[in-house]
């Protein structure tokens, strides 16, 4: 009997459930990433700062060229990996979010309400501060720089303190953390972009249409999607004028998020197939001898990826890539800022001015106000196990604006000047975050009845 080709039969499809993983998985990784990330940006500063400061700078700038015959297409290393490995960085945003969408923390409204509007009031507040600085300045462009909050970075630092605060505190960082990346792609698009070339446009909106085919026509292989997502729509939209790391977040949209076969399916193939590897058994003779065993090993292998969504499998390959790769190596080419000692320039410069409070208050501010107005009116509660100073101590935590703030500032500011001071002022507003969110997650262990906490509807 072929028992891979049973494996393959009766393809049904049906939602992605039960199988994405678990949580803490996420956030495991998340925090190792944010170690490395770390490291990676202390060598950057420290590089860029010493007496090879020369060789940092001039490195990244050096031309890259790939192509085919004439058709080839030249950059310099820091856009490749601002414009292509950050692509891959937006599209594993791209599937959080839909998993968020679909089976997550953003899929009953009343559940999601509170950290959708802890982050709307995290992104509005902070653009305010910097425009009250900026507002019709030649820098006014950067107003998008603080709106922003690195997961890797946050949750990392808050894997620091361990099982002291509660579990839905790092829930409600990561779902903050996703909706407020979900914003930053939004701005990106809407308003970081060039001369629009509406062919070039047009062009991409087809090859979407392709994915968005391929996945009705029930198409699962990577390839497909890889080719007409990088091949097509990621190109279409580095031609266009709109930032190609859009397609990515869109390419990810397009992914299956159905099983082929359904979980009772599965359960049935896996134990048919798990009686035929049994009844096989030749006593002193090992699988690799054992033909009929192999066969069966090859079944459970294709029912195992036939139960799996393609979103669920891209991200689990991509996820340790960007966390481990991607990240770092973007945060070792664009954390190199030139430290100037005169603190005095930093200070009076309206870019650092606004960047810095939007951070360092604006964010906690406006987290803090979202999450109070949608208690207060009855839309959202707080879990049982998180109180408002949890809340203020994550707000902090959100301040950590250092990945995608350094994105949207190359983006804002092509006056070099101007990007290293706004790099400089989210490396300090950020670690300023950082540690004061720590401080007051650390002082505030214990749930809130044991704290004598003060009820969900008014804050301390």
């Given at each position: 009997?072929?028992?891979?080709?049973?494996?393959?039969?009766?393809?049904?499809?049906?939602?992605?459930?039960?199988?994405?993983?678990?949580?803490?998985?996420?956030?495991?990784?998340?925090?190792?990433?944010?170690?490395?990330?770390?490291?990676?940006?202390?060598?950057?500063?420290?590089?860029?700062?010493?007496?090879?400061?020369?060789?940092?700078?001039?490195?990244?700038?050096?031309?890259?060229?790939?192509?085919?015959?004439?058709?080839?297409?030249?950059?310099?290393?820091?856009?490749?990996?601002?414009?292509?490995?950050?692509?891959?960085?937006?599209?594993?945003?791209?599937?959080?979010?839909?998993?968020?969408?679909?089976?997550?923390?953003?899929?009953?409204?009343?559940?999601?309400?509170?950290?959708?509007?802890?982050?709307?009031?995290?992104?509005?507040?902070?653009?305010?501060?910097f425009l009250l600085f900026n507002f019709q300045s030649p820098y006014s462009s950067g107003w998008g720089i603080p709106m922003a909050t690195d997961i890797a970075f946050a949750?990392?630092?808050?894997?620091?303190?361990?099982?002291?605060?509660?579990?839905?505190?790092?829930?409600?960082?990561?779902?903050?953390?996703?909706?407020?990346?979900?914003?930053?792609?939004?701005?990106?698009?809407?308003?970081?972009?060039?001369?629009?070339?509406?062919?070039?446009?047009?062009?991409?909106?087809?090859?979407?249409?392709?994915?968005?085919?391929?996945?009705?026509?029930?198409?699962?292989?990577?390839?497909?999607?890889?080719?007409?997502?990088?091949?097509?729509?990621?190109?279409?939209?580095?031609?266009?004028?709109?930032?190609?790391?859009?397609?990515?977040?869109?390419?990810?949209?397009?992914?299956?998020?159905?099983?082929?076969?359904?979980?009772?399916e599965f359960a049935h193939k896996s134990e048919k197939f798990s009686q035929e590897f049994r009844k096989a058994e030749v006593s002193g003779v090992s699988v690799l001898g054992?033909?009929?065993?192999?066969?069966?090993?090859?079944?459970?292998?294709?029912?195992?990826?036939?139960?799996?969504?393609?979103?669920?499998?891209?991200?689990?390959?991509?996820?340790?890539?960007?966390?481990?790769?991607?990240?770092?190596?973007?945060?070792?080419?664009?954390?190199?800022?030139?430290?100037?000692?005169?603190?005095?320039?930093?200070?009076?410069?309206?870019?650092?001015?606004?960047?810095g409070l939007g951070l360092l208050l604006g964010k906690p501010l406006g987290i803090c106000l979202g999450a109070w107005v949608v208690v207060q009116f009855g839309s959202a509660?707080?879990?049982?196990?998180?109180?408002?100073?949890?809340?203020?101590?994550?707000?902090?935590?959100?301040?950590?604006?250092?990945?995608?703030?350094?994105?949207?500032?190359?983006?804002?500011?092509?006056?070099?000047?101007?990007?290293?001071?706004?790099?400089?002022?989210?490396?300090?507003?950020?670690?300023?975050?950082?540690?004061?969110?720590?401080?007051?997650?650390?002082?505030?262990?214990?749930?809130?009845?044991?704290?004598?906490?003060?009820?969900?509807?008014?804050?301390?």
């Amino acid at each position: 009997m072929d028992l891979v080709k049973e494996a393959k039969q009766t393809v049904i499809t049906r939602p992605m459930e039960g199988v994405i993983s678990p949580f803490e998985d996420f956030t495991k990784l998340n925090a190792s990433g944010g170690i490395v990330l770390l490291v990676c940006t202390a060598i950057g500063l420290v590089w860029a700062n010493s007496a090879f400061g020369d060789l940092y700078s001039n490195f990244w700038e050096l031309p890259f060229t790939i192509g085919i015959g004439t058709n080839l297409l030249e950059k310099p290393l820091i856009l490749w990996i601002n414009d292509g490995l950050m692509a891959i960085f937006f599209f594993v945003i791209g599937l959080e979010i839909k998993r968020e969408i679909l089976v997550g923390e953003l899929t009953e409204p009343r559940q999601a309400i509170l950290p959708i509007a802890a982050a709307l009031g995290g992104m509005v507040i902070p653009a305010f501060i910097f425009l009250l600085f900026n507002f019709q300045s030649p820098y006014s462009s950067g107003w998008g720089i603080p709106m922003a909050t690195d997961i890797a970075f946050a949750i990392g630092l808050l894997g620091l303190l361990g099982s002291r605060i509660p579990f839905s505190a790092k829930i409600f960082l990561t779902t903050l953390a996703i909706v407020d990346d979900l914003g930053a792609v939004l701005v990106i698009a809407l308003f970081y972009t060039s001369e629009i070339s509406w062919i070039s446009l047009g062009t991409a909106w087809v090859f979407l249409a392709i994915l968005m085919g391929a996945n009705r026509m029930g198409l699962r292989s990577p390839f497909i999607y890889g080719l007409f997502g990088i091949g097509g729509l990621w190109l279409a939209f580095l031609f266009s004028g709109l930032h190609p790391t859009i397609a990515g977040v869109l390419a990810a949209f397009t992914i299956p998020a159905t099983s082929a076969i359904t979980k009772k399916e599965f359960a049935h193939k896996s134990e048919k197939f798990s009686q035929e590897f049994r009844k096989a058994e030749v006593s002193g003779v090992s699988v690799l001898g054992n033909e009929e065993q192999s066969e069966a090993i090859k079944a459970l292998e294709t029912a195992k990826d036939l139960i799996q969504p393609p979103l669920q499998k891209l991200e689990h390959a991509l996820y340790p890539w960007v966390t481990f790769a991607i990240m770092p190596i973007f945060a070792l080419a664009n954390a190199g800022v030139v430290i100037d000692t005169d603190f005095s320039s930093l200070l009076s410069h309206s870019v650092s001015l606004g960047i810095g409070l939007g951070l360092l208050l604006g964010k906690p501010l406006g987290i803090c106000l979202g999450a109070w107005v949608v208690v207060q009116f009855g839309s959202a509660v707080l879990p049982s196990d998180l109180g408002w100073p949890q809340i203020i101590g994550l707000g902090f935590m959100g301040g950590i604006g250092f990945t995608m703030a350094i994105f949207i500032a190359t983006l804002a500011f092509q006056e070099p000047s101007d990007l290293q001071a706004a790099k400089l002022a989210i490396l300090i507003a950020s670690c300023l975050s950082a540690c004061i969110g720590l401080l007051l997650l650390s002082k505030s262990t214990r749930t809130p009845t044991e704290n004598g906490h003060h009820s969900a509807e008014s804050p301390p």
